[in-house]
């Protein structure tokens, strides 16, 4: 091949040429060319083009074609996609199945009617308002950014030459908003900034010690070494050790749990594992007792317990456990829920942190999901997760020792157990209750971040909001009972404060409260009343940054940072309502509902047990059992489950968006943005389309 005449030119990969050759965008082939010669490449009029080769009209012209009939396919999966949720909604509708229509729902009835009436309220007079406000801006009222201050709209309502009774009106309605409305919801919006501040203060200086921690490569390091650990029941520290799972009609996943605590790594002469099943289903029971039974027969020191009277939930399923005889000759106890997956070495990587270390009453390892890419919800439920163990919990358990139990996956020292009083079951969050009372009496907890234990995420959208009522419930209802404790307990200033103002307060109540009232309530009525101000900042930026700082310690979920603020934000409902019914202790702040399983993870476990050789005795004994559990599960499968309609979440979707609508007429921008993408947000919540869809 002759040299290029464009010597100076930089040297280009030709590629092998073709040729594309289309009778329809449905219909095309590329065929090769043999060789192409150098007039193929001798641009005219001796210029060479910047980006290299040049293109007759030809080829730009099927290269067009090309890029629009991918472009026509895109169109073509969203509208699909429009139709299939469009369909999926007619089908919500006319099912009429509604959250008003959950008999199992653990909201109290009396509070709930109150709580969405006050919202349907507050939707109509912003429908009215909506109108109002149209039909003034067509005759003429037009309120821009500069408008927008007390004084000059008090100017414009008194300046305007009324031309008829419209205008009268609207002017009377333009001074009722100045001098009365403005005034009482500008100071209410100020006191949720200041709490809204407050709050995002204490995130930042939580992600700043974890950071520290970080950078410190701070963790907490047993005393006894690893190599007495293994050197045999003579030299190495195994003390005795009391299992418990307790569960509740979980027959998709009980199996998996049984099998992991029986093939602990420890003596098995210094471990006893209690299966405490409080399951009122006799096929569950019969399931589970014949589980234990395979268990027993192939030497695992296990044994099935069930009350007969189910007082006090999952506190008394407990509380009956401890008081058993044999639990006098045991030092501590592991709980684990009936989804948690331990592994082997679990105990011993917590039981060495309380060797020579008589002030440490907990070991608390993190969580891990085996679920968490299911679907939108549990990658969302695992931004908030992954905040709350690997800032929160970390952070307080390194310099102040003390944090919330988790109900599972940690170690109790049962003397600490027996000096704080035991398990209550005068609340739903039992294991809230018994670590701030055991923090009381002068116990020390430590959290492994490091260690981690695997369980399930709700996948269903009804799972999870009733597993947040009771989280939020709880903890009110538990604050109101164990304030005085707190108040004379004998301890430092400090350590009391910090209980009160931070963990209760602020984490627990400050933070629904102002999620829903600032931006669910106040930043709607300031669109319709636009003499109080929200500012920018406090609608985009400082959220932003802090969904930023949740996000950190599951840095996979950037993609999902926007849908979290907004599902965030949709949740507070529920956060506000639970919280209210514990802080008042309505009905439902009593009542405790077990948060549904999907069993996925079990079945893929007992796969990999029947798969394992026959030389590992203790998993190979569920090979035997693999088919019934199977068959149960497709009995299960079965049941009609059913998507709901949430009618508060819908109600305060179509109030947002109106909202959003009016706030067009003022030009805000932000506000517009924030309002539209957040009612949307609560649509799609309030039509069940985030989660498991039932077909």
Known sequence: MAPSLYWWAKESHRGTPVVVKMENPNNWSMEEIESPSDEDFIYPNDAVPKGGRNKNAKQLTWVILLKAHKAAGCL?????????????????????????TDTSSAENRAFKSRFFSCIKVFLCLSLLMLGFEVAAYFKGWHFGSPDLQLHNLYLMAHGFAVRDVFDL?????????VEYLAPPLQFLTNACIVLFLIQSLDKLILCLGCLWIKIRRIKPVPKQGLNDLESGDGDGYFPMVLIQIPMCNEKEVYQQSIAAVCNMDWPKGRFLIQILDDSDDPTTQMLIKDEVHKWQQNDAN???????????????????AMNCSY?????????????????PDFLKRTVPHFKDNEEVGLVQARW???????????????????????????????????????????????????????WMERTTVEDMDIAVRAHLHGWKFIFLNDVECECELPESYEAYRKQQH??????????????????????????????????FLLRKLVLPFYSFTLFCIILPMTMFVPEATLPSWVVCYIPATITFLNILPAPKSFPFIVPYLLFENTMSVTKFNAMISGLFQLGSAYEWVVTKKSGRSSEGDLTSLVEKPKATHQRGS????????????????LKKKHNRIYTKELALAFLLLTAAARSLLSAQGVHFYFLLFQGVSFLLVGLDLIGEQVQ
Not at 481 to 497: R, T
């Open 76 to 100: 073509t999966s969203i509208a699909a996609a429009f139709f299939s949720v469009a369909a999926i909604v007619r089908r919500r509708v006319a099912s009429g199945r509604t959250d008003s």
């Open 169 to 177: 009106i609207y002017s009377k309605w333009v001074s009722i908003r």
């Open 302 to 320: 296990i044994i099935y317990r069930h009350r007969v009277i189910r007082d006090g939930y999952k506190a008394g399923n407990l509380k009956s």
């Open 327 to 343: 639990v006098k000759d045991y030092e501590f106890v592991a709980i684990f829920d009936a989804d948690f997956q331990p592994q």
């Open 368 to 422: 891990s999901f085996v679920n968490k890419d299911e679907n939108l919800l549990t990658r969302l439920q695992l931004i908030n997760l992954a905040f709350h163990f690997e800032v929160e919990q970390q952070v307080n358990g390194h310099f102040i020792n003390f944090f919330g139990f988790n109900g599972t996956a940690g170690v109790w020292r049962i003397r600490a157990l027996e000096e704080s009083g035991g």
């Open 470 to 503: 009771r989280w939020h419930s709880g903890p009110m209802q538990l604050f109101r009972l164990c304030l005085p404790a707190v108040i004379s307990a004998k301890i430092s200033i400090w350590k009391k404060a910090n209980m009160i103002f931070l963990f």
């Open 622 to 637: 569920s090979e035997a059992n693999l088919d019934d559990i199977k068959e149960q599960m497709e009995k299960d499968s």
